[in-house]
């Protein structure tokens, strides 16, 4: 049984940030592969401890997707999406780190 996908509202913005064909295979492609098995991500450690990340190569840039899985209710929440530059910083200001 697969694990539902819920969003952190800024979400949507990483999104219109990246690249189109990115943005497909990570919608279509890497999201359900997550939703398969969430826990083939690697955990974070220091200030982010208790997230995932999840990285994919697409279109000659590296993507991460951080997100933190909830397994009572089988739910995969995605906290940020984007190319490594400033993504640990924009990770760690949207959740008050």
């Known amino acids: 049984m697969s694990y539902l996908t819920q969003f952190h509202p800024a979400v949507r913005k990483d999104l219109r940030r ?3 064909r990115a943005r497909e295979d990570i919608l279509l492609s890497v999201l359900p592969e997550l939703q398969k098995d969430p826990y083939i991500g690697t955990l974070l450690t220091g200030p982010l401890r208790g997230i995932y990340k ?7 840039v590296w993507y991460r997707i ?11 929440i995605v906290l940020a999406i984007g190319a490594r530059g400033e993504f640990y910083d924009r990770l760690s200001r949207r959740l008050g780190k």
């Open 54 to 60: 999840y990285r994919i190569f697409i279109s000659g």
């Open 66 to 76: 951080a997100y933190s899985i909830d397994s009572e209710c089988r739910e995969i």
């Open 18 to 20: 990246i690249n189109p």
